[in-house]
């Protein structure tokens, strides 16, 4: 089984909402570090937000601040990844991805979430098109 399970991409218009799950089986979420990343076709993958299971700082890349939220349901060790106002800009393949221990205090910025993570799910496409 895989450690991470990402659900909820699909087609939207440009201005919907998505909401995306990762779904842990190995693990729980406690002290790991959690975050989003998302592949644009042709494009690097980059971290859109990222968040501290340990004391639940979160933390969002320009592109996303203000539309995007990152939240966890610890009752079913789900980590979510709630997307407004999408633009066509925003379409990538999104992956969840974890890393630990990240005790209280540790994690502080973004650039701490990164692709040497430990855990990654095999992603979910979100693509925003009229």
């Known amino acids: 089984q895989e450690p991470l399970v990402e659900s909820g991409g699909g087609l939207v218009q440009p201005g919907g909402s998505l909401r995306l799950s990762c779904a842990a089986s190995r693990f729980t979420f406690d002290y790991y570090a959690i975050a989003w990343f998302r592949q644009a076709p042709g494009m690097e993958r980059e971290a859109v937000s990222c968040?501290?299971?340990?004391?639940?700082?979160?933390y969002y890349s320009d592109s996303v601040k203000g539309r995007f939220t990152i939240s966890r349901d610890a009752a079913k060790n789900t980590v979510y990844l709630q997307m407004d106002s999408l633009k066509p800009e925003d379409t990538a393949v999104y992956y969840c991805a974890a890393d630990s221990p990240y005790l209280p205090g540790v994690l502080t910025q973004l650039s701490q979430c990164n692709s040497l993570f430990e855990w990654w799910g095999r992603g979910t496409l979100v693509a925003v098109s009229e």
């Open positions: 968040m501290s299971g340990s004391d639940g700082r979160s």
